[in-house]
């Protein structure tokens, strides 16, 4: 299982980013997908989660309607769009698989909002 996350960096307030979670080892079509965020203060924030079919999304109150996830099962690939970005969605961003009792996570990507 491979999962590779691209598409952060640094943000001013207020703006937008797009991460991308390229996935690999697996049948992706077979399984729901995360988001993850770790910062030194608050740990890990389990933020977001889509459905096999990409027709069920979850959002924790922290980033709804800012943030929408969403899958391109035949690219194996699930995708986070950020908006309206704020100081505190600063933190490394990881894409996150469950199979049976193991999670499987990327390398992250960092995230950076400031001005």
């Known amino acids: 299982v491979q999962l590779v996350e691209s598409g952060g960096g640094l943000v001013q307030p207020g703006g937008s980013l797009r991460l991308s979670c390229a996935t690999s080892g697996f049948t992706f079509v077979n399984y729901w997908m995360a988001w993850v965020r770790q910062t030194p203060e608050k740990g890990f924030e389990w933020f977001s989660a889509i459905n096999t079919g990409g027709t069920y999304t979850y959002y924790a109150d922290s980033v709804k309607g800012r943030f929408s996830i969403s899958r391109d099962n035949a690219k194996n690939t699930v995708y986070l769009h950020m908006t309206s970005l704020k100081p505190e969605d600063t933190a490394v961003y990881y894409c996150?698989?469950?199979?049976?009792?193991?999670?499987?996570w990327g390398q992250g990507t960092q995230v950076t909002v400031s001005s």
């Open positions: 996150n698989v469950r199979r049976g009792s193991f999670d499987y």
